[in-house]
């Protein structure tokens, strides 16, 4: 019998070969693969490496864990939390701005009040 290729199978495939023609052939076929000599030890490599490489995304399970079993009620609440602080901090800091500049021309009209003629540069 003839060595068939993978090719030359497909070709009497297309040919209309009968059911037992076609065992006969494929039959033939043999698959002779070649594996490398290091072949395991090089797949645990990648595997330890890939490891490696997921601690660094640790923090990003962690956050899937703690928004998984609650759903997205959880992290809804965590971000109204965060923002809420967030807005009292920003809102703080520029109130003090604010006041500091407030104080800043009051004492300056003060001044102006008591002498009008005496120069402020800064208090």
Not at 98 to 123: F, G
Request: hydrophobic share 40%.
């Amino acid at each position: 019998m003839r060595d068939f290729s993978f090719c030359g199978v497909l070709l009497f495939v297309k040919s209309n070969l009968n059911d037992d023609e076609l065992r006969r052939v494929l039959q033939t076929w043999k698959v002779d693969p070649k594996i490398p000599r290091n072949f395991a030890r090089d797949v645990w490599e990648r595997i330890a490496t890939s490891e490696e490489a997921s601690v660094g995304s640790r923090w990003w399970i962690t956050l899937k864990e703690l928004v998984g079993p609650v759903g997205g009620t959880r992290l809804a609440l965590s971000a109204a939390t965060i923002g809420l602080v967030l807005g009292g901090f920003t809102g703080a800091m520029e109130a003090q701005q604010q006041n500091s500049q407030i104080q800043q021309q009051l004492a300056t009209k003060y001044v102006r009040s008591v002498d009008p003629y005496q120069r402020v540069s800064s208090l």
